[in-house]
Every structure is written in C-alpha cells, then in structure tokens.
C-alpha cells in the first residue's frame, strides 16, 4: 500500500527517484512536497518534522507570533483580494464603513473581517492556514444589531480602495498617505 505519490502543494507526480520530504499540512496531515515546492510548503506553515524544532501536529500559532500579527496577516491577505474591490464599490455608495477585525470563533486559524455601514454588513472569513484560499464571505445583513457583540468592536477602519487599516479611526478619521495638494 502506497499513498498517493504525487506533490502535495502543486499536485505533480512524484517522478522514481526524485526527492520528497514529507510535510505535516495543519489540515490534511503528512503529505508528500516535491523539491521544487518546499519553499511554498514552509510559506503555508506546513512543518518538515525533520526539522529542528518543529512543533508537529500543534495548530495554534507559534509562541512568538502574537495575536496582533496574525490581525496583521488577515487584514493584508483581505487587501490584496477582491473582497478589498467589493468594499471600495460599496464605499463609493455608502461612505465609510465601520471595520471589525477579530477572531472567529472555534476556529483558531480563522480571522473574521465585519464591514458595517448604518444599513448593511458583510462578513468575510480568513483561513489563515491556507495562503491560497481568498477572503471567503460568511454572511451579510442589513441591521448592525444583528451581529453579535465581539463583531461589533470596531478596531480597524477602512481606506481608499477599501484597504483596510488595523487601528479604530482617530477622531477624524485620517487618511494616510492621501496626497493633500
Ligand atoms: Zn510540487
């Protein structure tokens, strides 16, 4: 019985003879990573038992990553996606949003992104343990009291083309980097 000889990151055949290490994936265990994709494996957070020091099987952050980064990681993955594109559109209409970046709950590798405006909200989840998944929208409504309460503190706020910014609005919400002139 042998496992499905084929590249766990680009899904290629392993060729006889070529080189493998085996990678712990947080989600789908050991898996196979042909030589050209390490560098993409260890970018993903998949873990080369092999490896000194490596913490096979934990999937709670590392020791040194504070909550705060992986905040930093989610907003930055969002900005560089097409949910960025849907919050600049709707800004147009809407104005600015309120901007909640947070946790979500059970799932320790997933941040929750809530963009509020008076009169609706949209919701997008971000899988931090797997680079290549785009903000995904969880949900949408049209009342901010329908969100529930950790959904509702405000910790961030939204720029142009809908960037997001860690950091609530200081009083009269400054735009960085606007060219005045
Ligand atoms: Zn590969």
Redesign the pocket.
């Known amino acids: 019985m042998s496992p499905d000889e084929s ?6 055949t392993i060729l006889a003879g070529e080189r493998t290490r085996t990678y712990m994936s947080p989600k789908n265990g050991p898996r196979l ?5 390490r560098a ?1 494996a260890e970018r993903l957070g998949w873990v080369d038992p092999a490896a000194p020091g490596a913490n096979v099987g934990k999937r709670h952050p590392q020791p040194g990553e504070a909550p705060h980064t992986r905040l930093e990681r989610a907003v930055s993955r969002f900005n560089a996606g097409e949910a960025a594109r849907t919050v600049a559109g709707l800004m147009r209409s809407l104005g600015e949003p309120w901007v909640s970046v947070g946790a979500a709950a059970g799932s320790p590798s997933e941040v929750r992104i809530t963009v509020a405006w008076e009169l609706s909200w949209y919701q997008w989840g971000i899988d931090l343990g797997d680079e290549l998944r785009p903000a995904f929208q969880i949900d949408k409504g049209n009342e901010v009291e329908q969100l529930d309460r950790s959904a509702r503190q405000w910790n961030a706020s939204a720029i142009e083309g809908g960037q997001l910014v860690l950091g609530a609005p200081a009083g009269g919400r400054e735009r960085n980097g606007e060219a005045v002139g």
């Open positions: 590249c766990g990151i680009c899904g290629r990573v042909c030589e050209l994709c993409r």
